[in-house]
């Protein structure tokens, strides 16, 4: 069945989506004289966007675990009092909430010009139940220490920037990774790093959990608020970016003179992909430089949250991944 398409709102103040939303017994809704069949899903997640006008955004079971967006803005107000955000939202209940806090950086791409980025904390949260909670996207299984993904938000135009290097230790690291193959398993990452790099996995549950997705079902919310305040402090200390590395290496990368090509290798639906080159063409003629590496994964990210499309947020980000890692190894080759 096709999906229909849709464009991301975007808002800049918590209020667009800390509206009302509540777990309900489906009972509850019905008239009287309706009587539920035996099913697993007999709560309706209902929230309300628009004052007056309730949704219902998903049927769940009773393990569901909503986790509110005033719930992350109380613990981000608390853990950075001079955020600022910027949020792509569906009508669904889709949420990609950008933490802008005031560190920044800058990526020169050519002499004179500098890409000014800030420190961000990129967190997706849904009301369907399709989107897992996560922090800094997915990581690998093998890296199981505290230290977080630094992602950043590029001014120049408004896109949210996930630290998917960050999983590695050193850049050559991440490039032998990318050398052999992009493995997802522990197993066959091994051999890709130098023997004394492979950590421990016996570490504690909490250790594991910071760099891994949260399904909602089961979640303690005493416990999910705890943890997800200690990580937000946590971030607001840590400073070194492999990711960073990787941008000044693309931003020195010219893009091949077949651009359209290199974005449709990254697997964007045609129209996306339109999109991407149309933004990399725009930003050559107002940088009035060629077109890099880097121009060309800012363009291919614009597209992807810019643009009309049937993808899911979950969705628009893996394709961000995909784009970068390809990115990535044609920087280095």
């Known amino acids: 069945m096709s999906q229909q398409s849709i464009s991301l709102d975007r808002a800049t103040k918590w209020d667009a989506i800390?509206?009302?939303?509540?777990?309900?017994?489906l009972?509850?809704?019905?008239?009287?004289?309706?009587?539920?069949?035996?099913?697993?899903r007999q709560r309706a997640i209902v929230g309300e966007m628009k004052e007056g006008q309730k949704s219902i955004f998903a049927l769940q079971s009773e393990d569901y675990?909503?986790?509110?967006?005033?719930?992350?803005?109380?613990?981000?107000?608390?853990?950075?009092?001079?955020?600022?955000?910027?949020?792509?939202?569906?009508d669904r209940g889709e949420f990609s909430i950008n933490l802008i806090l005031p560190d920044e950086i800058n990526i020169v791409s050519k002499p004179g010009h500098a890409d000014r980025l800030y420190k961000t904390m990129i967190i997706n949260n849904?009301?369907?139940?399709?989107t897992p909670f996560?922090?800094?996207?997915?990581?690998?299984?093998?890296?199981?220490?505290?230290?977080?993904?630094?992602?950043?938000?590029r001014l120049i135009c408004e896109n949210g920037l996930m630290g998917w290097a960050d999983d590695y230790l050193t850049l050559d690291e991440y490039l032998r990774w990318l050398?052999?193959?992009?493995?997802?398993?522990?197993?066959?990452?091994?051999?890709?790093?130098?023997a004394e790099m492979v950590e421990n996995l016996l570490v504690s549950e909490s250790e594991i959990l910071v760099q891994k997705k949260f399904a909602h079902k089961g979640?303690?919310?005493?416990?999910?608020?705890?943890?997800?305040?200690?990580?937000?402090?946590?971030f607001s200390q840590q400073s070194s970016s492999l990711t960073v590395e990787v941008y000044r290496q693309m931003a020195q990368v010219a893009a091949p003179d077949d651009a359209a090509k290199v974005i449709a290798e990254?697997?964007?639906?045609?129209?996306?992909?339109?999109?991407?080159?149309?933004?990399?063409?725009?930003?050559?003629?107002?940088?009035?430089?060629?077109?890099?590496?880097?121009?060309?994964?800012?363009?291919?990210?614009?597209?992807?949250?810019?643009?009309?499309?049937?993808?899911?947020?979950?969705?628009?980000?893996?394709?961000?991944?995909?784009?970068?890692?390809?990115?990535a190894t044609l920087s280095a080759s």
Request: aromatic content about 10%.
């Open 219 to 234: 979640l303690n919310l005493a416990w999910f608020e705890e943890h997800l305040l200690s990580v937000f402090q946590a």
């Open 18 to 25: 800390c509206f009302p939303v509540e777990a309900v017994k």
């Open 134 to 153: 996560t922090l800094q996207g997915t990581a690998l299984r093998e890296h199981t220490g505290t230290r977080m993904r630094v992602s950043y938000y």
């Open 65 to 90: 675990s909503l986790v509110p967006n005033a719930l992350i803005r109380r613990l981000a107000e608390q853990s950075f009092p001079k955020h600022e955000m910027n949020v792509r939202f569906t």
């Open 266 to 327: 990254v697997g964007l639906p045609k129209m996306l992909a339109r999109t991407a080159l149309e933004r990399l063409r725009k930003e050559e003629r107002e940088l009035e430089t060629p077109a890099n590496l880097w121009l060309a994964y800012n363009a291919v990210n614009y597209a992807l949250f810019n643009s009309r499309s049937s993808l899911t947020i979950n969705d628009r980000y893996r394709l961000d991944e995909t784009a970068f890692h390809h990115l």
């Open 126 to 130: 849904s009301y369907t139940g399709k």
């Open 179 to 194: 050398a052999n193959g992009k493995p997802k398993k522990y197993k066959d990452a091994k051999i890709v790093k130098p």
């Open 27 to 40: 009972a509850d809704l019905l008239p009287a004289d309706y009587q539920l069949l035996p099913a697993d």
